[in-house]
């Protein structure tokens, strides 16, 4: 009776979770008989000592090994001692270090894990726009405490925007719209006055805003709505419920969201 075939193993190193090495070496195998061949990842490699027992373990069972290491000198390591133990040790990353580094003619950071540290970041963001579509025009007062930021105003200051534009940062921003005729949520004022922020602006420019906006839905610009004296009633009410709160206000009048958002990131950075 034939014995079966003795498997190839390919040790999968890095001073990282090893993702990265495993797929290439995955998908590397399934260009041959996978059933032929078992993958072992060791993963968080951060000093010679374990590399002497990975080379050790390849050499016994004759394997080979696929790395990636950013640390220049366990990088370093990894090859010569594969070379003294004539072992087949393949190097991932590496030749892509090199090429960038003689690129830019700079070193690389030789920072494990950054490629998850990318994943969290966007995942952050991606969580940070979900969280202002959720909370956005005051849809569900629940999220003020949670929010990092709270913008309050009248409509067309630019609130939605903004919102969206911050979650871009990974900013959790809720918005809350004021209205004479609508008692702010009382969730508004237990919010932290440095996590709230006042937008306000000029009667003129809102109601251009706010008449190009009419015109734009097929309505009369002279609506209530762009109305100079109902504006100027709004932002009176508004200028009182902010200076309620001691919040921090910003007057949008002449302001790209851009210029607004980065005054309110460096508020953020300040209170950090």
Not at 65 to 83: C, Q, S, W
Not at 92 to 102: A, N, R, S, V
Not at 129 to 151: M, S
Not at 155 to 171: D, E, G, N, Q, V
């Amino acid at each position: 009776m034939a014995s079966p075939i003795e498997k190839l193993k390919v040790f999968v190193v890095s001073d990282s979770v090893g993702e990265t090495a495993e797929l290439v070496a995955k998908a590397t195998a399934s260009q041959f008989d996978l059933s032929r061949i078992e993958i072992r990842r060791i993963p968080y490699v951060e000093d010679i000592g374990t590399i002497n027992e990975v080379i050790l373990m390849a050499k016994d069972s004759k394997s080979i090994i696929a790395y990636t290491l950013v640390i220049p000198e366990l990088r370093k390591y990894m090859t010569e001692k594969a070379k003294e133990h004539n072992l087949q040790a393949i190097d991932i990353m590496g030749p892509m270090l090199d090429g960038l580094e003689t690129i830019f003619n700079e070193p690389p950071r030789s920072s494990p894990g950054m490629v998850h540290q990318l994943d969290e970041d966007y995942y952050r963001k991606v969580e940070a726009i979900e969280f202002a579509v959720k909370y956005d025009d005051g849809r569900d007062r629940r999220g003020l405490q949670r929010a990092d930021i709270v913008l309050i105003g009248v409509s067309r200051t630019s609130k939605t925007p903004l919102s969206m534009y911050l979650a871009h940062k990974r900013i959790k921003v809720a918005n809350v719209p004021l209205v004479p005729e609508v008692a702010p949520p009382e969730e508004l004022f237990a919010v932290e006055p440095k996590k709230c922020i006042g937008l306000t602006i000029n009667k003129e420019k809102l109601n251009q805003i706010r008449s190009e906006r009419l015109k734009s839905l097929g309505l009369q610009a002279e609506a209530n709505y762009a109305n100079l004296q109902r504006i100027e009633q709004e932002l009176q009410y508004a200028a009182t419920v902010m200076d309620q709160i001691g919040c921090m206000v910003i007057d949008v009048s002449n302001k790209a969201v851009e210029e607004t958002a980065n005054i309110i990131l460096e508020y953020c950075r300040r209170n950090q």
